[in-house]
Protein backbone atom coordinates (compact mmCIF):
# COMPACT_ATOMS: atom_id res chain seq x y z
CA UNK A 1 0.00 0.00 0.00
CA UNK A 2 1.52 3.62 -0.80
CA UNK A 3 0.15 7.05 -2.02
CA UNK A 4 0.47 7.85 -5.52
CA UNK A 5 1.36 11.12 -6.37
CA UNK A 6 2.30 13.03 -9.82
CA UNK A 7 3.87 17.09 -9.78
CA UNK A 8 3.08 18.62 -12.65
CA UNK A 9 3.85 15.85 -14.73
CA UNK A 10 3.89 16.23 -18.34
CA UNK A 11 4.65 14.60 -21.56
CA UNK A 12 5.00 15.80 -24.83
CA UNK A 13 4.62 14.25 -28.11
CA UNK A 14 6.09 15.94 -31.35
CA UNK A 15 3.52 19.41 -30.73
CA UNK A 16 1.19 18.46 -28.29
CA UNK A 17 1.60 17.76 -24.32
CA UNK A 18 -0.50 14.21 -24.19
CA UNK A 19 -0.49 14.91 -20.36
CA UNK A 20 -0.29 18.68 -19.15
CA UNK A 21 1.38 19.52 -15.79
CA UNK A 22 -1.21 17.06 -14.55
CA UNK A 23 -0.92 17.15 -10.53
CA UNK A 24 -2.38 13.83 -8.45
CA UNK A 25 -2.68 12.45 -5.11
CA UNK A 26 -4.04 9.16 -4.80
CA UNK A 27 -4.91 8.07 -1.59
CA UNK A 28 -3.07 5.10 0.30
CA UNK A 29 -5.10 1.81 -0.64
CA UNK A 30 -7.51 4.45 -2.71
CA UNK A 31 -9.51 2.82 -5.82
CA UNK A 32 -9.08 5.99 -8.32
CA UNK A 33 -10.42 6.13 -11.74
CA UNK A 34 -9.28 7.96 -14.78
CA UNK A 35 -11.98 8.62 -16.92
CA UNK A 36 -12.00 10.35 -20.27
CA UNK A 37 -12.55 10.45 -24.15
CA UNK A 38 -10.41 8.83 -26.39
CA UNK A 39 -6.91 10.14 -26.80
CA UNK A 40 -7.32 12.66 -23.72
CA UNK A 41 -3.83 11.19 -21.79
CA UNK A 42 -5.29 8.50 -19.56
CA UNK A 43 -2.97 5.89 -20.89
CA UNK A 44 0.45 7.64 -21.03
CA UNK A 45 -0.48 9.56 -17.40
CA UNK A 46 -0.65 5.67 -16.75
CA UNK A 47 2.50 4.23 -17.99
CA UNK A 48 4.51 7.19 -17.06
CA UNK A 49 3.00 6.30 -13.34
CA UNK A 50 4.39 2.64 -14.36
CA UNK A 51 7.96 3.80 -15.81
CA UNK A 52 7.06 2.79 -19.14
CA UNK A 53 6.49 6.12 -20.37
CA UNK A 54 9.49 8.90 -19.47
CA UNK A 55 7.85 11.99 -18.67
CA UNK A 56 9.30 15.26 -20.26
CA UNK A 57 9.22 16.96 -16.97
CA UNK A 58 7.66 17.00 -14.15
CA UNK A 59 7.76 13.91 -11.33
CA UNK A 60 5.81 10.95 -10.33
CA UNK A 61 6.15 9.52 -6.40
CA UNK A 62 5.22 6.54 -4.71
CA UNK A 63 5.11 6.24 -0.97
CA UNK A 64 6.62 9.64 -0.82
CA UNK A 65 9.03 8.97 -2.61
CA UNK A 66 10.12 10.03 -5.93
CA UNK A 67 10.42 7.33 -8.67
CA UNK A 68 10.64 9.50 -12.15
CA UNK A 69 14.21 8.24 -12.67
CA UNK A 70 13.17 4.48 -11.74
CA UNK A 71 12.66 1.25 -13.66
CA UNK A 72 9.29 -0.08 -13.88
CA UNK A 73 10.78 -3.12 -12.05
CA UNK A 74 12.09 -1.16 -9.45
CA UNK A 75 8.95 0.65 -8.74
CA UNK A 76 7.27 -2.15 -7.75
CA UNK A 77 3.89 -1.88 -9.37
CA UNK A 78 1.58 -4.23 -11.47
CA UNK A 79 -0.20 -2.95 -15.12
CA UNK A 80 -2.72 -5.28 -16.34
CA UNK A 81 -3.42 -4.35 -19.92
CA UNK A 82 -6.53 -4.22 -21.91
CA UNK A 83 -5.50 -7.22 -23.88
CA UNK A 84 -3.98 -9.17 -20.66
CA UNK A 85 -1.08 -9.79 -22.60
CA UNK A 86 -0.89 -13.65 -21.39
CA UNK A 87 1.73 -15.99 -22.85
CA UNK A 88 -0.14 -18.55 -25.05
CA UNK A 89 2.49 -21.32 -24.50
CA UNK A 90 2.70 -21.30 -20.72
CA UNK A 91 -0.38 -22.53 -18.46
CA UNK A 92 -1.90 -20.61 -16.16
CA UNK A 93 -0.15 -22.17 -13.81
CA UNK A 94 3.11 -21.10 -15.61
CA UNK A 95 1.62 -17.57 -16.86
CA UNK A 96 0.80 -16.70 -12.60
CA UNK A 97 4.28 -18.06 -11.21
CA UNK A 98 5.99 -16.17 -14.32
CA UNK A 99 7.01 -12.64 -12.12
CA UNK A 100 7.92 -14.72 -9.44
CA UNK A 101 10.08 -16.94 -11.52
CA UNK A 102 11.83 -13.69 -12.90
CA UNK A 103 12.26 -12.60 -10.01
CA UNK A 104 13.97 -16.01 -8.61
CA UNK A 105 11.75 -16.98 -5.34
CA UNK A 106 12.06 -20.37 -4.53
CA UNK A 107 9.81 -23.13 -6.02
CA UNK A 108 7.89 -23.83 -2.35
CA UNK A 109 7.48 -20.15 -2.24
CA UNK A 110 5.95 -20.24 -6.05
CA UNK A 111 3.84 -22.83 -4.83
CA UNK A 112 2.10 -21.42 -2.17
CA UNK A 113 1.49 -17.81 -3.97
CA UNK A 114 0.50 -19.13 -7.27
CA UNK A 115 -2.19 -21.52 -4.77
CA UNK A 116 -3.26 -18.43 -2.99
CA UNK A 117 -3.78 -16.17 -5.80
CA UNK A 118 -5.82 -18.69 -7.82
CA UNK A 119 -8.30 -19.19 -4.35
CA UNK A 120 -8.14 -15.91 -4.61
CA UNK A 121 -9.76 -15.43 -7.80
CA UNK A 122 -11.56 -18.68 -8.13
CA UNK A 123 -9.19 -20.29 -10.97
CA UNK A 124 -7.76 -23.01 -9.05
CA UNK A 125 -9.86 -25.12 -11.22
CA UNK A 126 -8.16 -23.79 -14.76
CA UNK A 127 -4.38 -23.98 -13.35
CA UNK A 128 -3.77 -26.75 -16.39
CA UNK A 129 -5.45 -25.28 -18.94
CA UNK A 130 -3.30 -22.84 -21.79
CA UNK A 131 -4.88 -19.23 -22.37
CA UNK A 132 -6.61 -20.46 -25.53
CA UNK A 133 -8.68 -22.46 -23.53
CA UNK A 134 -10.27 -19.52 -21.19
CA UNK A 135 -12.90 -17.31 -21.83
CA UNK A 136 -12.22 -13.64 -21.52
CA UNK A 137 -13.36 -13.81 -18.07
CA UNK A 138 -11.40 -16.44 -17.38
CA UNK A 139 -7.81 -14.80 -18.45
CA UNK A 140 -8.79 -11.39 -16.75
CA UNK A 141 -8.82 -13.04 -13.58
CA UNK A 142 -5.61 -14.62 -14.60
CA UNK A 143 -3.74 -11.64 -15.82
CA UNK A 144 -5.13 -10.09 -12.41
CA UNK A 145 -3.85 -13.09 -10.31
CA UNK A 146 -0.28 -12.72 -12.16
CA UNK A 147 -0.41 -9.09 -11.23
CA UNK A 148 -0.89 -10.42 -7.50
CA UNK A 149 1.89 -12.21 -6.75
CA UNK A 150 4.85 -9.87 -6.58
CA UNK A 151 2.69 -8.05 -4.10
CA UNK A 152 2.64 -5.00 -5.75
CA UNK A 153 1.98 -1.52 -3.48
CA UNK A 154 0.11 -0.13 -6.49
CA UNK A 155 -2.22 -1.47 -9.08
CA UNK A 156 -2.30 0.13 -12.69
CA UNK A 157 -5.30 -1.02 -14.94
CA UNK A 158 -5.72 0.20 -18.26
CA UNK A 159 -9.30 -0.54 -19.47
CA UNK A 160 -9.14 -4.14 -18.38
CA UNK A 161 -12.56 -5.35 -18.61
CA UNK A 162 -13.36 -3.81 -22.03
CA UNK A 163 -12.49 -7.15 -24.28
CA UNK A 164 -15.86 -9.10 -21.65
CA UNK A 165 -19.40 -8.67 -22.94
CA UNK A 166 -21.56 -6.46 -20.88
CA UNK A 167 -22.98 -8.78 -18.49
CA UNK A 168 -19.37 -10.25 -17.35
CA UNK A 169 -18.45 -6.81 -17.18
CA UNK A 170 -20.54 -6.03 -14.54
CA UNK A 171 -19.22 -9.17 -12.70
CA UNK A 172 -16.03 -9.14 -13.66
CA UNK A 173 -16.59 -5.30 -11.99
CA UNK A 174 -18.08 -6.59 -8.81
CA UNK A 175 -15.29 -9.09 -8.17
CA UNK A 176 -12.79 -6.51 -8.85
CA UNK A 177 -14.04 -3.91 -6.33
CA UNK A 178 -14.23 -7.28 -3.85
CA UNK A 179 -10.47 -8.36 -4.81
CA UNK A 180 -9.12 -4.50 -4.91
CA UNK A 181 -11.05 -3.59 -1.25
CA UNK A 182 -9.35 -7.32 0.31
CA UNK A 183 -6.00 -6.47 -0.41
CA UNK A 184 -6.51 -2.69 0.31
CA UNK A 185 -4.17 -2.16 -2.69
CA UNK A 186 -3.54 1.47 -4.05
CA UNK A 187 -5.34 1.39 -7.70
CA UNK A 188 -5.53 3.91 -10.67
CA UNK A 189 -7.95 2.46 -13.29
CA UNK A 190 -7.68 3.94 -16.63
CA UNK A 191 -11.45 3.36 -18.55
CA UNK A 192 -13.40 5.70 -20.86
CA UNK A 193 -16.56 4.11 -19.61
CA UNK A 194 -18.27 6.79 -17.53
CA UNK A 195 -20.66 3.95 -16.08
CA UNK A 196 -17.42 1.38 -15.01
CA UNK A 197 -15.93 5.13 -13.54
CA UNK A 198 -18.92 5.29 -11.24
CA UNK A 199 -19.31 2.04 -10.10
CA UNK A 200 -15.99 0.94 -9.75
CA UNK A 201 -14.18 4.13 -8.26
CA UNK A 202 -13.74 5.87 -4.97
CA UNK A 203 -12.73 9.28 -6.72
CA UNK A 204 -13.13 9.94 -10.07
CA UNK A 205 -10.12 12.35 -12.24
CA UNK A 206 -11.79 13.61 -15.65
CA UNK A 207 -9.54 14.16 -18.10
CA UNK A 208 -9.82 16.22 -21.30
CA UNK A 209 -6.60 17.10 -23.24
CA UNK A 210 -3.96 15.96 -20.70
CA UNK A 211 -5.24 17.77 -17.69
CA UNK A 212 -7.84 16.88 -15.00
CA UNK A 213 -10.86 19.29 -15.37
CA UNK A 214 -12.21 17.37 -12.00
CA UNK A 215 -11.49 15.27 -8.90
CA UNK A 216 -13.94 13.89 -6.77
CA UNK A 217 -16.52 11.12 -5.63
CA UNK A 218 -18.86 9.69 -8.75
CA UNK A 219 -21.40 11.87 -6.78
CA UNK A 220 -19.54 15.05 -6.87
CA UNK A 221 -18.36 14.83 -10.60
CA UNK A 222 -22.10 13.98 -11.55
CA UNK A 223 -24.30 16.10 -9.02
CA UNK A 224 -21.29 18.89 -8.82
CA UNK A 225 -19.61 18.78 -12.74
CA UNK A 226 -16.80 21.92 -11.93
CA UNK A 227 -17.37 22.53 -16.10
CA UNK A 228 -19.78 21.91 -18.88
CA UNK A 229 -17.20 19.58 -20.67
CA UNK A 230 -17.33 17.09 -17.34
CA UNK A 231 -21.34 18.14 -16.98
CA UNK A 232 -21.70 16.68 -20.79
CA UNK A 233 -19.31 14.07 -20.46
CA UNK A 234 -20.07 11.98 -17.08
CA UNK A 235 -24.49 11.28 -17.47
CA UNK A 236 -26.05 9.15 -20.90
CA UNK A 237 -27.62 10.99 -22.04
CA UNK A 238 -25.01 14.00 -21.17
CA UNK A 239 -26.39 17.28 -18.75
CA UNK A 240 -28.40 19.65 -20.76
CA UNK A 241 -26.90 23.16 -21.37
CA UNK A 242 -29.04 26.31 -22.26
CA UNK A 243 -26.99 29.57 -23.25
CA UNK A 244 -28.47 32.68 -22.42
CA UNK A 245 -27.23 35.88 -22.62
CA UNK A 246 -24.32 35.39 -19.65
CA UNK A 247 -24.44 32.31 -18.55
CA UNK A 248 -25.20 28.13 -19.42
CA UNK A 249 -27.59 26.41 -17.64
CA UNK A 250 -27.53 22.88 -17.53
CA UNK A 251 -29.97 20.16 -16.00
CA UNK A 252 -29.81 16.32 -15.99
CA UNK A 253 -32.44 14.57 -18.54
CA UNK A 254 -34.00 12.95 -15.42
CA UNK A 255 -34.70 16.35 -13.54
CA UNK A 256 -36.48 17.41 -16.36
CA UNK A 257 -40.83 16.47 -16.00
CA UNK A 258 -43.90 16.87 -17.17
CA UNK A 259 -44.91 19.73 -15.14
CA UNK A 260 -47.94 18.09 -13.36
CA UNK A 261 -45.45 15.27 -12.10
CA UNK A 262 -43.17 17.69 -10.48
CA UNK A 263 -45.88 18.32 -7.80
CA UNK A 264 -45.39 20.98 -4.82
CA UNK A 265 -41.96 20.52 -2.75
CA UNK A 266 -40.08 23.56 -3.98
CA UNK A 267 -39.47 26.66 -6.80
CA UNK A 268 -39.95 25.10 -10.46
CA UNK A 269 -38.62 26.76 -13.49
CA UNK A 270 -41.19 25.31 -16.08
CA UNK A 271 -41.24 25.65 -20.01
CA UNK A 272 -42.69 24.28 -23.27
CA UNK A 273 -40.77 21.39 -24.52
CA UNK A 274 -42.46 20.41 -28.49
CA UNK A 275 -41.36 16.76 -28.46
CA UNK A 276 -39.79 15.25 -31.53
CA UNK A 277 -38.82 11.65 -30.95
CA UNK A 278 -39.60 9.21 -27.90
CA UNK A 279 -37.16 6.57 -27.52
CA UNK A 280 -38.31 3.72 -25.00
CA UNK A 281 -35.46 2.09 -23.04
CA UNK A 282 -37.30 -0.17 -20.50
CA UNK A 283 -37.17 1.34 -17.20
CA UNK A 284 -36.98 4.81 -19.01
CA UNK A 285 -38.35 6.95 -21.80
CA UNK A 286 -36.54 9.44 -23.36
CA UNK A 287 -38.41 12.72 -24.40
CA UNK A 288 -36.18 14.18 -27.17
CA UNK A 289 -37.95 18.06 -28.25
CA UNK A 290 -36.78 21.43 -28.99
CA UNK A 291 -37.57 24.10 -26.47
CA UNK A 292 -39.51 27.64 -27.11
CA UNK A 293 -39.16 31.04 -25.80
CA UNK A 294 -36.56 32.23 -24.16
CA UNK A 295 -34.71 29.47 -25.66
CA UNK A 296 -35.47 29.24 -29.05
CA UNK A 297 -34.45 25.98 -31.22
CA UNK A 298 -32.71 24.67 -27.78
CA UNK A 299 -32.41 20.68 -27.72
CA UNK A 300 -33.80 19.12 -24.38
CA UNK A 301 -33.60 15.63 -23.69
CA UNK A 302 -36.13 14.24 -20.84
CA UNK A 303 -35.86 11.14 -18.92
CA UNK A 304 -38.92 9.76 -17.80
CA UNK A 305 -39.25 6.55 -15.43
CA UNK A 306 -41.34 4.01 -16.36
CA UNK A 307 -43.52 4.51 -13.43
CA UNK A 308 -44.35 7.90 -15.22
CA UNK A 309 -47.25 6.89 -17.59
CA UNK A 310 -48.52 9.83 -19.16
CA UNK A 311 -48.82 9.88 -22.67
CA UNK A 312 -46.58 11.65 -24.75
CA UNK A 313 -46.42 11.59 -28.64
CA UNK A 314 -44.29 13.04 -31.09
CA UNK A 315 -45.27 15.98 -32.71
CA UNK A 316 -47.09 17.76 -29.58
CA UNK A 317 -46.12 20.61 -27.48
CA UNK A 318 -45.98 19.55 -23.53
CA UNK A 319 -45.24 21.99 -20.20
CA UNK A 320 -41.81 20.51 -18.75
CA UNK A 321 -40.59 22.05 -15.54
CA UNK A 322 -37.21 21.54 -13.77
CA UNK A 323 -37.12 21.97 -10.06
CA UNK A 324 -34.96 25.36 -9.60
CA UNK A 325 -32.30 23.87 -7.03
CA UNK A 326 -31.61 21.51 -10.06
CA UNK A 327 -29.96 23.80 -12.28
CA UNK A 328 -26.61 24.26 -12.45
CA UNK A 329 -25.13 27.67 -13.95
CA UNK A 330 -21.56 28.01 -15.70
CA UNK A 331 -19.87 30.35 -17.26
CA UNK A 332 -20.33 31.29 -21.06
CA UNK A 333 -16.82 32.48 -21.43
CA UNK A 334 -14.92 29.78 -19.84
CA UNK A 335 -17.55 27.15 -19.33
CA UNK A 336 -16.57 27.07 -15.54
CA UNK A 337 -19.29 26.42 -12.64
CA UNK A 338 -20.28 29.64 -10.97
CA UNK A 339 -22.62 30.87 -8.73
CA UNK A 340 -26.24 30.70 -9.79
CA UNK A 341 -27.90 34.19 -11.64
CA UNK A 342 -31.38 35.31 -11.87
CA UNK A 343 -33.02 33.72 -15.31
P1 LIG B 1 -7.61 5.83 -25.55
O1 LIG B 1 -8.79 5.79 -24.61
O2 LIG B 1 -8.03 5.99 -26.99
O3 LIG B 1 -6.61 4.75 -25.32
P2 LIG B 1 -5.98 7.73 -24.04
O4 LIG B 1 -6.74 8.72 -23.27
O5 LIG B 1 -5.42 6.57 -23.32
O6 LIG B 1 -6.85 7.24 -25.27
P3 LIG B 1 -3.28 8.24 -24.85
O7 LIG B 1 -3.03 6.89 -25.43
O8 LIG B 1 -2.65 8.54 -23.55
O9 LIG B 1 -4.84 8.54 -24.76
O10 LIG B 1 -2.81 9.33 -25.92
C1 LIG B 1 -2.87 10.72 -25.66
C2 LIG B 1 -2.38 11.50 -26.87
O11 LIG B 1 -1.01 11.27 -27.10
C3 LIG B 1 -3.08 11.11 -28.17
O12 LIG B 1 -3.31 12.28 -28.91
C4 LIG B 1 -2.10 10.20 -28.87
O13 LIG B 1 -2.23 10.29 -30.25
C5 LIG B 1 -0.78 10.76 -28.40
N1 LIG B 1 0.26 9.73 -28.31
C6 LIG B 1 0.24 8.65 -27.50
N2 LIG B 1 1.36 7.91 -27.63
C7 LIG B 1 2.12 8.55 -28.57
C8 LIG B 1 3.41 8.29 -29.16
N3 LIG B 1 4.14 7.26 -28.77
N4 LIG B 1 3.84 9.18 -30.07
C9 LIG B 1 3.11 10.25 -30.45
N5 LIG B 1 1.91 10.55 -29.93
C10 LIG B 1 1.40 9.71 -29.01
Known sequence: MATV????????FEASNAVDAVDLLVKEGEFLVLLGPSGCGKTTLLR???GLETPTSGDVLIGGEVVTGLAPRARNVAMVFQSYALYPHLSVRGNI???LRAAGAHRDEIANKVETAATMFGIQSLLQRKPRQLSGGERQRVALARAVVRNPVV???DEPLSNLDAKLRASARDELQQFQRRLGTTTVYVTHDQVEAM???ERIAVLDRGRIRQLGTPLEVYHDPADTFVATFMGSPPMNLMETDHVIRGFRPEHCLPREVLGDGGEITPFALTVTRIEYLG???LI???LEAPNPAARVIAR???????PIESGKRYEFAVRTREIKYFDRETGLKRAPTAA
Request: hydrophobic share 45%; charged share 20%; proline share 6%.
Open 5 to 12: ETRALTKR
Open 48 to 50: MLA
Open 97 to 99: AFP
Open 155 to 157: FLL
Open 199 to 201: GLG
Open 283 to 285: ADR
Open 288 to 290: YGT
Open 304 to 310: LPSTITL
